[in-house]
C-alpha cells in the first residue's frame, strides 16, 4: 500500500482529517535486508515491498497504523460498526453513508436523552464522519460512484442481496475500483440458510455457544458478551487489515465475508474439541463427572465449570445476601493447591489420597468447592483477589458495570474513555481495546447525521461550491417528507 500524503488534522478531530486520494501500486522490488545479504534468499519473501528505514520520530509520532486508508462505511446496528470503528480507531478515515433524515436505525432505538442520538449508536460510530445520500437519487448514485472510486474498503452488514439490489455488485465495485475490498458481515455462511436474517442471539444458538452455556438442569443461555455481533465484527475487521495487506503485493482487491454463525463457533472451539472428545469417554473436568451424572451425545452446559483443564466456579463472597455481585471466580489450579489449603484451613488435604492429587479431586469438586466457599464468604471478592494473588492463586472479582465503569485503572488505560457530544452531552464508551506502543489512539465522538456531508463533497470528492449547493437543492441529500416523518 503506497504512502498517501495526509493533510495536517485539525487538533482533537481525527474524523476531519482529510486524506488525498492517490492510486496503490503494487510493490516488486525484493526486501532490503535480502539486498543486503545473500544469504537471505527465502522465496516467498519475493515481490514484497520494501521496507522503509526505522523511524527515528519518537514513539507515537509516526501517525496512526492506518493513516491514509479510507472506509466506505455502509454498516449499521452493531457487527458492522464494530469493525469500522476499531479501524477508525487505528487511524483509518471512515465515511459513515447513512439515509438522509433517517440514517442508522440505532440512532433514535434505547433513546435516554431526548433529541439526542442514543447510547446505541454513539458506542458503536465515534471516530468517523456522516454523510448523508440517497442511493436512489440520481445525483445521489454519482457521488457513491465517486465514494467508490476515492475509498479503499467497502464494509456492509445489509440482509442479503441487499448491496446488489442497489447496484453495487462485485463487478459494477472492482470494475469502478479493481483495489477495492468488500467486506460483509452476513448471519449464515454460503448454504441452505444463507438467505435467513440473523440477530445476536440467533448467531449464538446457530453457532454452538447457547447450546453449551447454563446449568445442565435448565434451558440453554445466552451470554450478555455480544460474540455474534461484536465478535464478528472483530473478525471481519483482521480480515480487512489482512486483505489490505495483501494488496500491496497484488495491487487489486478481494471480497471479504465473516458470517455471525462462523464468528461464534470460532469462539466457541473449545466446546467443538469437547465434542470430540467425549466420543473417547467422560469429560472428567466438568462437575458432574464427578457426581457420577452421564454424559449424553452432546457437550452438555456446564454451569460455571473452567471448560479447560483447571477446575473453576463462581463462588459466594462476603455480602453476597444483599449485594448480586459480590462473587469471586476462583480456579484450583495444580500447583498452588496447597497454598489453598492452607488458606481454608485445609492443610491435611495437601497429604490426603482423596485430594492430593488433581485426578483424586475430580470427583469431589463439588465437596471442595462448597468448603472454599465456607473461607470465601469471610471476605469482600476483592480480599480473596489480594490475599490469593500474594501466593499465584488465580481468581477473579465478578465486576459489575457500575465498577466497571467507575474503576479508574481502565480510564487510565483508555479502555473507558468519557466523550462529549454535542447533543447529549457526556457520555462513556469502550475505548480502542488493542493498545500500539507506535500508533497512538484518540478516541472522539459519534457524528451527527449528515456532519460531514458538505466537507465529504468538497474536500474528499471535489465538488465545486456551486455543484455542492446543486446537490443539495437536488435532494440528493436531504430528506424527503416521507423520511423526515420516518425519523421523528
Not at 452432546?298 to 483443564?309: E, H, L
Not at 465545486?464 to 421523528?488: D, F, M, V
Request: glycine fraction near 10%; charged fraction near 25%; aromatic fraction near 6%.
Amino acid at each position: 500500500m503506497a504512502r498517501r500524503k495526509v493533510a495536517a488534522a485539525k487538533p482533537k478531530r481525527i474524523a476531519r482529517r482529510i486524506v488525498k486520494k492517490s492510486a496503490v501500486r503494487a510493490v516488486t522490488s525484493r526486501p532490503a535486508q535480502m539486498k543486503a545479504d545473500p544469504k537471505v534468499t527465502a522465496p516467498h519473501n519475493e515481490g514484497w515491498p520494501e521496507l522503509p528505514p526505522p523511524s527515528t520520530k519518537p514513539w507515537g509520532g509516526v501517525g496512526k497504523a492506518l493513516e491514509g486508508v479510507r472506509i466506505l462505511d455502509f454498516t449499521h446496528v452493531q457487527s458492522g460498526p464494530t469493525c469500522t470503528q476499531l479501524l477508525g480507531y487505528m487511524g483509518a478515515d471512515c465515511i459513515k453513508v447513512e439515509r438522509p433524515g433517517v440514517g442508522d436505525i440505532t440512532r433514535g432505538q434505547l433513546r435516554d436523552v431526548k433529541g439526542a442520538d442514543s447510547l446505541y449508536f454513539t458506542m458503536l460510530n465515534g471516530n468517523k464522519r456522516s454523510i448523508t445520500i440517497d442511493s436512489k437519487h440520481p445525483k445521489g448514485k454519482d457521488i457513491l460512484e465517486r465514494l467508490i472510486r476515492h475509498c479503499d474498503v467497502l464494509v456492509e452488514n445489509f440482509a442479503p442481496g441487499a448491496l446488489d439490489r442497489m447496484g453495487l455488485t462485485w463487478d459494477y465495485i472492482h470494475k469502478t475500483n479493481p483495489r477495492m475490498i468488500v467486506a460483509s458481515v452476513k448471519g449464515f455462511g454460503p448454504g441452505p440458510y444463507e438467505d435467513c436474517k440473523v440477530y445476536e442471539n440467533v448467531a449464538q444458538c446457530a453457532g454452538g455457544a447457547a447450546s453449551t452455556t447454563g446449568f445442565r438442569d435448565g434451558p440453554p443461555l445466552v451470554t450478555g458478551a455480544q460474540i455474534g455481533d461484536s465478535g464478528t465484527g472483530l473478525h471481519l475487521a483482521f480480515g480487512i487489515v489482512t486483505a489490505l495487506y495483501q494488496r500491496m503485493r497484488t495491487g487489486r482487491g478481494q471480497r471479504l465475508l465473516c458470517a455471525m454463525q462462523d464468528g461464534v463457533l470460532n469462539l466457541a472451539r473449545v466446546k467443538l474439541r469437547d465434542q470430540q472428545r467425549l466420543a473417547h469417554g467422560p469429560l472428567t473436568e466438568y462437575s458432574q463427572h464427578g457426581e457420577g451424572i452421564p454424559f449424553g451425545k452432546a457437550v452438555p452446559r456446564g454451569g460455571n465449570d473452567s471448560g479447560g483443564g483447571q477446575p473453576g466456579w463462581i463462588l459466594k463472597c462476603k455480602g453476597w445476601e444483599t449485594d448480586p455481585d459480590a462473587y469471586t471466580y476462583f480456579i484450583t489450579q495444580a500447583p498452588v493447591w496447597g497454598p489453598i489449603c492452607d488458606l481454608i484451613g485445609k492443610p491435611e488435604w495437601k497429604t490426603d489420597p482423596d485430594y492430593a492429587t488433581p485426578p483424586a479431586r475430580l470427583p469431589r469438586l463439588r465437596h471442595i468447592f462448597n468448603t472454599i466457599e465456607e473461607w470465601t464468604k469471610t471476605k469482600t471478592k476483592f480480599e480473596v483477589m489480594d490475599i490469593c494473588n500474594q501466593h499465584d492463586i488465580p481468581v477473579g472479582p465478578i465486576l459489575s458495570m457500575k465498577e466497571i465503569a467507575e474503576e479508574p485503572s481502565l480510564r487510565a488505560t483508555g479502555t473507558v474513555v468519557e466523550v462529549d457530544h454535542p447533543t447529549r452531552g457526556k457520555y462513556l464508551t469502550v475505548g480502542n481495546p488493542v493498545k500500539m506502543s507506535d500508533s497512538i489512539t484518540e478516541v472522539t465522538r459519534a457524528p451527527l447525521l449528515g456532519e460531514h456531508t458538505e466537507e465529504i463533497l468538497t474536500e474528499v470528492l471535489g465538488y465545486s461550491a456551486e455543484e455542492y449547493a446543486a446537490i443539495k437543492s437536488s435532494g440528493a441529500i436531504t430528506p424527503s417528507e416521507k423520511k423526515e416523518t420516518e425519523a421523528a
